[in-house]
Structure formats: structure tokens, C-alpha cells
């Protein structure tokens, strides 16, 4: 999983809609390659809801878990062969050169429902 951080409020409506267009052309190519699963960029913190459960009673607050410099603005769910490649692809996200791209294996659960 290749989770990717960034200032949200650091990009130009033109800025964002130029990396939308370069992350689905790195989409194509990954694709391409069989390495494409999944990516998606994500709604602006604004939009989030933080859900916790504590003595057994929902508590629901708007916004997310964590103020921070960078937040979680999207991902890309590859298939790397191993952590070198994992990070060679993450350096060819666009929002690598502004932001962070965290790399992440994922753990895989037997059983899991189907994609």
C-alpha cells in the first residue's frame, strides 16, 4: 500500500486536477505492467468522520483522528515484488515531489471475502 501525505490546502484547483491526470496515466502504466490493484485520492479532511468505540458507546466526531502537518490524501494498492520495487514505484507518484509516500505491506487474512 503506498499511502500518500501531503498539506491538503498546499495545492492549486489546477495543481490538483494536473496530479489526478498524471496518478491515473501512473495507474495505466502499473496496469500495464500487472501491477495496478487499486488507487483513489480522498475527500478533504473537512469530510471525515472519526468513529470510536470506548466502554462499549459509539462516539462519532467530526473531522479526523489527528491534526498534523500532512494528511492522508489518497493511495495506490500495488502488486511489488519486494520493498525496493514497492518504493521505486512510489517515487513515480506525482505528490511524491510535494508531499510523502509511505510504503506499507499489507497483511494478508485468509478468508477475507473476494475483491
Known amino acids: 500500500m503506498l499511502l ?7 495545492l492549486s484547483e489546477g495543481e490538483r486536477e494536473r ?3 498524471e496518478s491515473t ?6 496496469s500495464a505492467a500487472g501491477q495496478y490493484l ?6 478533504p479532511t473537512a469530510a471525515a468522520t472519526s468513529v470510536r468505540v470506548r466502554q462499549g458507546k459509539r462516539v462519532v466526531t ?11 490524501g489518497g493511495y495506490f494498492l500495488i502488486d511489488a ?6 518504493i521505486t514505484i512510489a517515487a513515480r507518484i506525482p505528490m511524491a515531489s510535494r508531499g510523502t ?12 471475502p473476494a475483491d
Do not use: M, N, W
Not at 515484488?81 to 514497492?86: G, K
Open 4 to 10: 500518500i501525505y501531503l498539506d491538503e490546502q498546499a
Open 19 to 21: 496530479c489526478y491526470r
Open 25 to 30: 496515466q501512473l495507474a495505466h502504466e502499473l
Open 38 to 43: 487499486a488507487a483513489a485520492p480522498l475527500e
Open 62 to 72: 467530526d473531522g479526523p483522528f489527528a491534526e498534523t502537518k500532512e494528511q492522508l
Open 81 to 86: 515484488s519486494d520493498l525496493d520495487e514497492a
Open 101 to 112: 509516500i509511505e510504503v506499507r505491506p499489507v497483511v494478508h487474512i485468509p478468508d477475507l
